[in-house]
């Protein structure tokens, strides 16, 4: 009987070690899914993203015709859904001077026309909904500013802002992103967004601003003008300079070098004349990285002794502007200029040296 009971209690305490294996492994389980959860979403919050480009210049039929480009790239088949706001008539509730009185806003991929909108109001309702999704002020029922929500696979595509009714005057030119609002980590990226427009002295100095959202994100951010003459440009500038500025607890501060190969953040009140971001790309302390990502992201390549300005660093989430200027300027709005943010987040490849 003995043997027996001592049986009996040796199977039990089997079983009951059995049965603590069992849930210690199903516990080990879900463990490693709440991990892996933590794990994904801490990477999730760690990725920057490029949320918004707007641009504040004059809107005109000629030549120098505002453009905004757009790059997108990453996760399949899935897509980046923009909204794209062709602003004139709105913009004098603002108190803006010479607004544009009609906006027309036509969407391209190469040189195929994708889409055209000269009011607004044809699509109102989602349009207005979008505008509140991502933080953007509405439009003025009535006025004919120009608007689009699409939706972009991987590609390049160009929208550009010209009067409606042919008369030039002061637009709003944007772009936001609904995805990286409604879907930042599900949707296709946006690897890109660059803004072409006039540039001239004083009040009509080329201003173009974005955001970053989420988390820091190494950017690319370039201010073209000579290199534009290669791709026959007419009137493109031939030496730029860019200041970079954010607004921080109130108080506007600007990019410059420090003297000791990098940047520091100045008060802009305290800004001495002349004082820019950047002038020449190559001796600029970040030129081997401009060089280096500039290569790795597929931008085209600046000539050293080019007069172009660019830098490459880490922004922190926030509001930002960057002015182009252009040093030879001698008339509002006199000169062509290209404005370029870049998403640098991704490692440089090993072919590609810094």
Same mark, same amino acid.
């Given at each position: 009987?003995?043997?027996?009971? @001592?049986?009996? =209690?040796?199977? !039990?305490?089997?079983?009951?070690?059995?049965?603590?294996?069992?849930?210690?492994?199903?516990?080990? !389980?879900? $463990?490693?899914?709440?991990?892996?959860?933590?794990?994904? &979403?801490?990477?999730?919050?760690? /990725?920057?993203?490029?949320?918004?480009?707007?641009?504040?210049?004059?809107?005109?039929?000629?030549?120098?015709?505002?453009?905004?480009?757009?790059? %997108? =790239?990453?996760?399949?088949?899935?897509?980046?859904?923009?909204?794209?706001?062709?602003?004139?008539?709105?913009?004098?509730?603002?108190? %803006?001077?010479?607004? +544009?009185?009609?906006?027309?806003?036509?969407?391209?991929?190469?040189?195929?026309?994708?889409?055209? &909108?000269?009011?607004?109001?044809?699509?109102? @309702?989602?349009?207005?909904?979008?505008?509140?999704? /991502?933080?953007?002020? #509405?439009?003025?029922?009535? $006025?004919?500013?120009?608007?689009?929500?699409?939706?972009?696979?991987?590609?390049?595509?160009?929208?550009?802002?010209?009067?409606?009714?042919?008369?030039?005057?002061?637009? $709003?030119?944007?772009?936001?992103? %609904?995805? @990286?609002?409604?879907?930042?980590?599900?949707?296709?990226?946006?690897?890109?967004?660059?803004? !072409?427009?006039?540039?001239?002295?004083?009040?009509?100095?080329?201003?173009?601003?974005? %955001?970053?959202?989420?988390?820091?994100?190494? /950017?690319?951010? !370039?201010? +073209?003008?000579?290199?534009?003459t290669q791709f026959g440009v007419p009137g493109a500038a031939s030496d730029t300079t860019i200041t970079l500025f954010e607004e921080y607890q109130g108080n506007t501060y600007a990019?410059?070098?420090?003297?000791?190969?990098?940047?520091?953040?100045?008060? @802009? =009140?305290?800004?001495?004349?002349?004082? /820019?971001?950047?002038?020449?790309?190559? &001796?600029?302390?970040?030129?081997?990285?401009?060089?280096?990502?500039?290569?790795?992201? #597929?931008?085209?390549?600046?000539?050293p002794a080019s007069k172009d300005a660019a830098i490459e660093l880490t922004l922190p989430p926030g509001a930002y502007t960057l002015q182009i200027r252009s040093k030879n300027a001698?008339?509002?709005?006199?000169?062509?200029? $290209?404005?370029?943010?870049?998403?640098?987040?991704?490692?440089?490849?090993?072919?590609?040296?810094?």
């Amino acid at each position: 009987m003995e043997l027996l009971s @001592n049986f009996r =209690s040796a199977s !039990r305490r089997q079983e009951q070690t059995k049965k603590r294996k069992a849930k210690m492994k199903a516990l080990l !389980r879900i $463990l490693l899914g709440i991990a892996g959860f933590v794990l994904a &979403n801490a990477a999730y919050a760690d /990725v920057g993203l490029l949320m918004n480009a707007s641009l504040r210049c004059k809107v005109t039929s000629g030549t120098n015709v505002p453009i905004v480009g757009i790059s %997108v =790239s990453g996760l399949g088949a899935s897509t980046q859904q923009l909204l794209i706001r062709a602003m004139g008539p709105s913009l004098a509730q603002f108190g %803006v001077p010479g607004a +544009i009185q009609n906006s027309l806003l036509t969407l391209y991929q190469g040189q195929t026309v994708l889409d055209a &909108n000269a009011d607004w109001s044809t699509d109102a @309702n989602s349009l207005a909904a979008a505008a509140s999704t /991502v933080g953007a002020f #509405g439009f003025t029922k009535g $006025l004919d500013d120009a608007a689009m929500l699409k939706s972009f696979t991987n590609g390049t595509y160009t929208a550009q802002f010209t009067p409606g009714a042919g008369v030039d005057g002061i637009g $709003l030119l944007e772009v936001y992103s %609904v995805s @990286n609002v409604t879907s930042p980590h599900t949707s296709a990226g946006l690897a890109n967004l660059s803004m !072409r427009g006039p540039t001239g002295p004083g009040a009509a100095v080329f201003t173009m601003g974005f %955001v970053i959202g989420n988390a820091p994100l190494p /950017v690319l951010i !370039r201010g +073209i003008g000579p290199s534009l003459t290669q791709f026959g440009v007419p009137g493109a500038a031939s030496d730029t300079t860019i200041t970079l500025f954010e607004e921080y607890q109130g108080n506007t501060y600007a990019l410059v070098p420090d003297g000791k190969g990098w940047f520091v953040w100045k008060l @802009n =009140s305290t800004l001495e004349p002349g004082e /820019v971001t950047d002038d020449d790309w190559a &001796n600029g302390p970040t030129s081997n990285l401009v060089k280096a990502y500039g290569a790795a992201l #597929g931008a085209f390549a600046l000539d050293p002794a080019s007069k172009d300005a660019a830098i490459e660093l880490t922004l922190p989430p926030g509001a930002y502007t960057l002015q182009i200027r252009s040093k030879n300027a001698s008339a509002d709005y006199a000169d062509a200029v $290209l404005g370029e943010i870049y998403d640098a987040s991704a490692p440089l490849p090993p072919s590609v040296g810094q």
